[in-house]
């Protein structure tokens, strides 16, 4: 089994396999990142970096601290300054210099930002304490009628050109599947510097209890079923582009990552499977995927990679939409079933 080669290469990094733990609480703590690595990951993404979040703590501190003595003269004897005080960024950029002495494997930051300014000084920042990649966390949903959606990618694609004109490590973007055009605005990325895209970021809706007539926010976990969003767009496409191509959201075990695999993927991003199960989960589904290539008598994951892309299929309308209308124009009724 040890003679099957795993590795693959994403980012220009050459991994080990293509097993990566996903942004997550898990590389908060040392202790369960290097029970990651020690199951077979092969790469480790940081908890995402929230601009909003950094620039509601400075605007507490500047409240509490720095202002403090607005209003009575005696103030400033109430809350003095605390300069032992560890801002959210410093906190972060210090977790990312621990992973990095703790680990082997390549530590890649998740920024998740909104602004110029905070996508550049914070990823030179990250770039500065370690981090071997960047992946740039596209999290934001529009609700204004007035935005269009030219303007929403327009917006990330110069971000997008001016952190790569201050940074030289690579760069992933994950973005979300609500685009009008996600081939096209992919191809954008890919002419603007992106050395690979994550495909893709799930947003966690919204929902009502009726009993207490409250909108409430519930975590949900990710099922297999959720990969087949991800595998059509890679399997669409693998082998059109420059970058790299991840998935993420939905793998659970050694199949959903075998199948991704064979529609184009270079990487697996692993979140929710190794929250309900434990990071050392990781090394069974790596176990797996290794025995079903040396069962099908496969010597390396390359060998595999596209092997089923819409570019590699005699039926490349697979992918698309005229399968769905083959699909309906195919469908029987039961007997008994009246129209």
Not at 91 to 113: E, F, M, R
Request: contains cysteine; aromatic residues 8%; hydrophobic residues 40%.
């Amino acid at each position: 089994m040890n003679s099957i080669d795993l590795s693959t290469d994403y980012l220009g990094l050459k991994l080990a396999n293509p097993l990566i733990a996903s942004a997550s609480p898990l590389s908060r703590s040392i202790g369960s990142a290097r029970q990651l690595e020690d199951a077979g990951a092969a790469a480790i993404v940081m908890y995402s970096l929230f601009e909003e979040e950094l620039r509601h703590q400075e605007e507490e501190t500047a409240r509490f601290m720095i202002h403090q003595d607005i209003g009575f003269g005696e103030a400033d004897s109430f809350l003095p300054f605390d300069d032992r005080f560890e801002h959210g960024l410093d906190q972060y950029l210090n977790q990312l210099s621990a992973l990095k002495k703790a680990l082997d494997i390549p530590v890649i930051a998740s920024l998740n930002g909104v602004s110029l300014d905070g996508w550049i000084d914070h990823g030179k920042l990250l770039q500065e304490a370690g981090a071997d990649a960047l992946e740039l966390n596209v999290y934001y949903l529009s609700s204004s009628i007035e935005e269009s959606g030219e303007a929403i990618e327009s917006r990330y694609v110069e971000l997008l050109k001016a952190l790569c004109r201050k940074v030289s490590i690579p760069i992933a973007m994950k973005i979300s599947p609500y685009f009008s055009s996600p081939a096209h605005f992919i191809r954008r990325l890919d002419q603007a510097g992106a050395d690979g895209v994550v495909l893709f970021n799930r947003f966690y809706q919204p929902d009502i209890d009726l009993d207490t007539l409250q909108v409430i926010s519930q975590l949900q976990w990710s099922r297999s079923a959720d990969i087949q969003l991800s595998l059509r767009w890679v399997a669409l496409l693998y082998g059109k582009l420059n970058l790299s191509l991840a998935t993420t959201s939905g793998a659970h075990n050694a199949n959903d990552v075998l199948k991704l695999l064979l529609a184009g993927a270079d990487a697996v991003q692993l979140c929710s499977v190794l929250l309900e199960h434990g990071p050392a989960y990781l090394s069974i589904i790596k176990e797996d995927l290794t025995r079903w290539l040396e069962t099908k008598e496969y010597g390396a994951v390359s060998e595999i990679k596209g092997l089923l892309s819409q570019k590699q299929i005699a039926n490349p309308q697979i992918f698309e939409r005229s399968n769905y209308i083959n699909l309906l124009d195919g469908y029987s009724r039961s007997e008994g079933v009246r129209s």
